[in-house]
């Protein structure tokens, strides 16, 4: 359809001109105005899928992630046996084996994990959506 094509990508507009009204009154005034139609910013996809596994291999406070990675939302899910979950080095929150935890915006380089029992290796994978 003609005159349509602006509606092809819209990810950014806040306002579309629709056009332009030509009014004469009757007593042969002019008038020209232009229509505005409100348009929500579409909400944009996040990026790549984020996927990794770690089994602990000693009962330190290990880091997920060693650099920056940002995720908009995150599942953690702990397999074979409890772990500790904490930030920046500071371990205190159990997670059961076969448990899942989630977060939303979070940076995982910032999450720690530590065996909750000695000796027990326990896996934990991430699954999220990158920013």
Request: aromatic content about 6%.
């Amino acid at each position: 359809m003609p005159g349509l094509s602006i509606f092809k990508d819209l990810s950014a507009a806040t306002s579309v001109i629709l056009g332009k009204v030509r009014v004469v009154d009757s007593g042969g005034t002019e008038a020209t105005e232009t229509t505005h139609h409100s348009v929500k910013t579409l909400p944009q996809f996040g990026g790549n899928v984020y996927s990794k596994t770690m089994t602990m291999t000693d009962d330190n406070a290990t880091r997920f992630e060693t650099s920056a990675k940002k995720l908009r939302d995150a599942v953690i899910i702990v397999t074979t046996f409890n772990m500790l979950l904490g930030e920046t080095g500071v371990v205190v929150y159990p997670v059961a084996a076969t448990n899942t935890v989630g977060f939303t915006r979070v940076d995982i380089s910032t999450l720690y994990f530590q065996n909750a029992s000695s000796g027990s290796n326990g896996t934990i994978t991430i699954l999220g959506t990158e920013e």
